[in-house]
């Protein structure tokens, strides 16, 4: 076929993206209007491979009802302009929370609030000049306290360098995993952060407003951990909207990333695979990139590739991570740029992940094996990659490497074990088939907090 002049590849792709996401289509519907994979269209429309054979152009106008004079083609004889569809209401504008949401995890978070609630006291926010709940208000669980941050009266405005050193200090505490800390200083956080947003002058307005949604992301990632994730929405969106006011693209596209998690975990799979991919674009590295911009190009790519493998869609998962890989390759270490601890080491820690949610369990066993545990930067990722190892092992029916598995998690992230849902089912599993076979694992069942009677 010939190619199109006058409408280059970034061109086509783009009026490709902009009319499938007027028309309210995810790129696995517009792909099987079309016949092709969702990781196929999202090639096209971001110019990775080039958009220039009339008849797949031809194919893509059809699909969105769009006139071919778009791309540079003739109009077809007898054909007329299609009307545009009506908007769904997923294409409105506006907040995205306030829907039923049912957790990936499918567990109950209560008993996360409990646990940390008694654990609260351990941190020392106050150090860092926020205004705090009471010990009362946080005894009724982090996401309650989290919720009246977000609703309740108004608190005192810090410094923008206070303010900053208090979102980093909570940036690392969840990367520490040191959860007791977060339940502690996360609803202070996320008050004073508003506070100081609402107060900040012109020339601050910018930074108060992406200091701000840092602290929402944080808080987000930590509600995921507790499975509260209508409140992990909340906060993402509201981190999604401050980030558009501090025009730092980075920090906007990392919010697009939390809030594509929640929608993974509640079933919107396509969706937030459109949303990771969408953010990717729109910050895709080109000439002399910073490693931030890498690193959190790598990030998304990562997962949207885990996003594809959840809705068990093999070739989007290994297209992206594919991608994700190259973009660690370019950035050439393991490193924790904007706190993603993004590397070779975290892609073939997701490459574990993607391998292990798709059932191939042996294969995540291989890609884990090639992996030095020391070398992931975090110790939450540690924690992760731990469990998905022994989510692995559990699948696969190897009790004994499980179990180990498990230990390794613990000495790696204690509080990954003790919060995380798939841990306590895992070991109420060994629990019942393998009391007796496997020394010490009643000890550790109590110091996760599970029933051993």
């Known amino acids: ?22 028309a309210g289509l995810t790129l696995a519907e517009l792909g099987r209007r079309c016949g092709y994979s969702a990781s196929q269209v ?51 504008g506006g ?24 654990a609260a006291g351990l941190a020392s926010a106050a150090a860092l000049g926020l205004s705090l709940p009471s010990r009362s208000q946080t005894a009724a669980g982090p996401g309650v306290s989290v919720g009246e941050a977000l609703y309740g009266p108004a608190t005192a405005a810090a410094s923008v360098a206070d303010l900053r050193t208090a979102v980093t200090q909570a ?37 108060a407003s992406t200091l701000l949604a840092e602290a929402c992301i944080t808080a987000a990632n930590f509600m995921v951990k507790l499975n509260d994730d209508p409140l992990a929405l909340t906060l993402a969106d509201r981190a999604l909207q401050a980030a558009a006011d501090g025009e730092d693209p980075l920090t906007a596209a990392d919010a697009r990333r939390a809030v594509a998690t929640v929608l993974r975990r509640t079933g919107r799979r396509a969706t937030a695979r459109d949303l990771l991919l969408s953010a990717a674009h729109d910050i895709e590295p080109a000439g002399r990139p910073s490693p931030e911009q890498l690193s959190v190009y790598g990030t998304l790519l990562e997962v949207a590739a885990y996003t594809a493998a959840v809705d068990s869609d093999r070739q989007g998962a290994s297209e992206f991570i594919g991608e994700a890989k190259a973009a660690a390759a370019r950035l050439g270490k393991d490193a924790n740029y904007r706190f993603t601890a993004f590397g070779p ?62 230990l390794a998690a613990e000495r790696a992230a204690p ?39």
């Not at 076929?1 to 007027?22: D, H, P």
């Not at 995993?177 to 956080?189: M, N």
């Not at 110091?447 to 009677?453: D, E, K, M």
Request: glycine share 8%; proline share 7%.
């Open 95 to 118: 907040p995205i929370v306030g829907r039923d949401l049912v957790s990936e995890d499918g567990d109950d978070p209560v008993r996360r609030r409990e646990l940390l609630a008694g």
């Open 345 to 406: 080491a975290n892609v073939t820690l997701y490459q574990v992940s993607i391998a292990q949610v798709l059932g191939d369990n042996g294969t995540a066993i291989e890609h884990a094996k090639t992996l030095r545990p020391a070398a992931i930067p975090t110790a939450e990722r540690q924690g992760r990659y731990w469990i998905d190892v022994a989510r692995a092992y559990h699948q696969w029916r190897k009790p004994g490497p499980c179990y180990h598995a498990l």
């Open 415 to 453: 509080a990954e074990v003790r919060y995380r849902p798939p841990v306590h089912r895992i070991t109420e599993d060994l629990l019942r088939a393998n009391r007796h076979h496997l020394p010490g694992l009643g000890a550790f069942a109590r110091r996760i907090g599970l029933p051993t009677a």
């Open 42 to 92: 999202s090639r096209y429309e971001r110019g990775i491979q080039p958009l220039t054979d009339i008849t797949v152009l031809r194919l893509f106008a059809e699909a969105l009802h769009i006139p071919p004079q778009a791309f540079g083609l003739a109009q077809a004889d007898g054909r007329s302009r299609h009307a545009e569809r009506k908007p769904r209401p997923d294409d409105l």
């Open 1 to 22: 076929m010939t190619a199109v002049t006058g409408a280059g590849s970034g061109g086509a792709g783009a009026i490709v993206r902009a009319s499938r996401q007027r």
């Open 171 to 207: 940036r690392a505490d969840f990367q520490t995993a040191r959860y007791d800390r977060l339940a502690h200083s996360v609803p202070g956080l996320i008050a004073t952060a508003t506070a100081t947003r609402q107060a900040a002058n012109t020339q601050q307005q910018a930074t």
